[in-house]
Antibody, heavy 117, light 113 residues
Framework: QLQLQESGPGLVKPSETLSLSCTVS??????????WGWIRQPPGKGLEWIGS???????YHNPSLKSRVSISVDTSRSQFSLKLSSVTAADTAVYYC?????????WGRGALVTVSS | DIVMTQSPDSLAVSLGERATINCKSSQSVLHSSNNKNYLAWYQQKPGQSPKLLIY???TRQSGVPDRFSGSGSGTDFTLTISSLQAEDVAVYYC?????????FGGGTKVEIK
């Protein structure tokens, strides 16, 4: 069974870079069976897709986040990562990493990241 | 971007009764190459991550009870819970995966009346 676990700082200062990692077990990055991605959910609000990476290295991100998003894969560590730069209080949210395809989706338990000085 | 609009925002249904949630996309999510609707439904219980219930608009994920069903095509979709159980209390989201950026509806909160 595919499992994912987010890790990273729970508190980030305004204007700094949010960095999260996702450790994957039960699946390989190199099969092309899934996109590896991130979504987020501000407290009490809905879901927003941040972006994803495919096994080819191609990345996709939500234009609403402009050029602040970077997603990368480290296959040797079975991890993929999210970096979101120049954060503000509006970036405070639970961040979920996940693996999805046209017919499946698995999401981690989520990591709350608070942006505050 | 494809905008997903859900209705209602919330609904309260008696145990054993039917719950119906609607989702409308701002453009068709039916792909002509395979005649499939790129529309999914998720369930999110308090404090948990979203759980995929239905994909291709009407195909239940393995293990999902058959009281959950999805229907619709093109731009209009429905999630139906045929007989509401206590464990179905949650927020339900539709999501299109026809094109990037993937987008979600605003969510529908289902409660027990």
């Amino acid at each position: 069974q595919l499992q994912l676990q987010e890790s990273g700082p729970g508190l980030v200062k305004p204007s700094e870079t949010l960095s999260l990692s996702c450790t994957v077990s039960g699946a390989s990055f190199n099969t092309g069976s899934h996109y590896w991605g991130w979504i987020r959910q501000p407290p009490g609000k809905g879901l927003e897709w941040i972006g994803s990476v495919y096994y080819t290295g191609d990345t996709y991100h939500n234009p609403s986040l402009k050029s602040r998003v970077s997603i990368s894969v480290d296959t040797s560590r079975s991890q993929f990562s999210l970096k979101l730069s120049s954060v503000t209080a509006a970036d405070t949210a639970v961040y979920y990493c996940g693996a999805y395809s046209s017919s499946s989706a698995y999401w981690g338990r989520g990591a709350l990241v608070t942006v505050s000085s | 971007d494809i905008v997903m609009t859900q209705s209602p925002d919330s609904l309260a249904v008696s145990l054993g009764e039917r719950a119906t949630i609607n989702c409308k996309s701002s453009q068709s999510v039916l792909h002509s190459s395979n005649n499939k609707n790129y529309l999914a439904w998720y369930q999110q219980k308090p404090g948990q991550s979203p759980k995929l219930l239905i994909y291709w608009a009407s195909t239940r994920q393995s293990g999902v009870p058959d009281r959950f069903s999805g229907s619709g095509s093109g731009t209009d979709f429905t999630l139906t819970i045929s007989s509401l159980q206590a464990e179905d209390v949650a927020v339900y989201y539709c999501q299109q995966y026809y094109s990037n950026p993937l987008t979600f509806g605003g969510g529908t909160k289902v409660e027990i009346k």
